[in-house]
């Protein structure tokens, strides 16, 4: 496995601001969330800097929907800190989130299939036009708003009036993006959006998280992909039973180190012996479990 110098194995190293920026928008410290007498979320702390794509990782039931439904509004944390713009906050609705700047992109996009792309972009924020009691829709407007924007985002779409349901699933994250921006998203969370997609339109969205980077949004990615993280990726949070186990920037880790903290690395280097035992099983490109667990020195490798 290739060694990192600056020792991140199992590491939790602290966030530094993108150079030229003051602090993050989001912040959790030691934030967690109980249902009951079960804990699924416990001592994460999230740092979320404008221009800056914040990987969350985990396998399934690693808490990453409870921390996106702390951050977006849904959920209120039952221990830590959760800030914005360094002034703590407990949402009570998504609305509030809305109005801090905090928009969710959820895989199944919440979108009318049947209905138009332009419609779909202003769907529950229609513009009008005209005094009371004969106020209208302004479609015209809608449509030429909604065909600025995702050209500003680089989609050009030949046909506004086509259903967003014959959009390919790239296309229609995308939009779902461009939206978001326009309706004044700081920090944008995006819950697996390549998770149902092929390889060309994966690549597709990541194109487009990484201009809504370029456009100074803060963005979580939530994937299961380490592939895709580091792609886009300026740092990257692993959870592991609803708790932190890495939390590291691009130059801390290495696509293969963090490939091994997704795929549960230490628990299969733990087994290691034991596997070496079964016939057809290859361990000798495992880690060692000391590799993946071993406590860092020193935090200067973070600066």
């Not at 951050?71 to 703590?88: A, M, N, R």
């Not at 995702?150 to 461009?178: F, H, W």
């Not at 590291?248 to 490939?259: F, Q």
Request: include cysteine; glycine fraction near 10%.
């Amino acid at each position: 496995m290739t060694t990192n110098e600056s020792g991140t194995h199992g590491a939790i190293l602290p966030d530094v601001a993108p150079e030229g920026e003051d602090g993050p928008i989001v912040e959790l410290r030691n934030a967690g969330k109980a249902y009951g007498n079960i804990r699924a979320l416990h001592g994460v702390s999230l740092k979320v800097f404008p221009s800056q794509v914040t990987c969350v990782l985990g396998d399934n039931g690693a808490g990453k929907s409870t921390l996106i439904k702390i951050i977006s509004g849904l959920h209120q944390h039952t221990e830590g800190e959760f800030l914005v713009d360094g002034t703590p906050v407990r949402f009570s609705t998504p609305r509030d989130a809305l109005d801090k700047g905090i928009a969710t992109v959820y895989q199944d996009l919440a979108v009318v299939p049947l209905m138009p792309v332009w419609r779909n972009f202003f769907l529950g924020s229609e513009m009008t036009k005209g005094p009371w009691p004969l106020r209208r829709l302004d479609i015209e407007k809608m449509k030429q708003t909604a065909d600025q924007e995702l050209r500003n985002m680089g989609i050009v779409l030949d046909n506004l009036e086509q259903p967003i349901g014959t959009l390919s699933g790239g296309q229609r994250q995308c939009v779902a993006i461009a939206r978001a921006v326009y309706f004044g998203a700081r920090v944008l969370i995006l819950d697996e959006p390549t998770a149902a997609l092929g390889v060309k339109q994966s690549g597709v969205v990541l194109k487009y998280i990484a201009a809504a980077r370029d456009r100074g949004l803060g963005v979580i990615f939530i994937t299961h992909n380490p592939h895709h993280a580091y792609m886009v990726g300026d740092h990257f949070s692993v959870l592991r039973l609803g708790t932190m186990e890495l939390s590291a920037s691009r130059s801390e880790v290495s696509l293969e180190e963090l490939t091994n903290h997704m795929a549960g690395g230490a628990e299969l280097a733990a087994l290691k012996h034991e596997l070496a035992q079964v016939r057809g099983v290859d361990v000798e490109e495992l880690p060692e479990e000391e590799d993946l667990t071993a406590p860092v020195a020193s935090s200067e490798g973070a600066a």
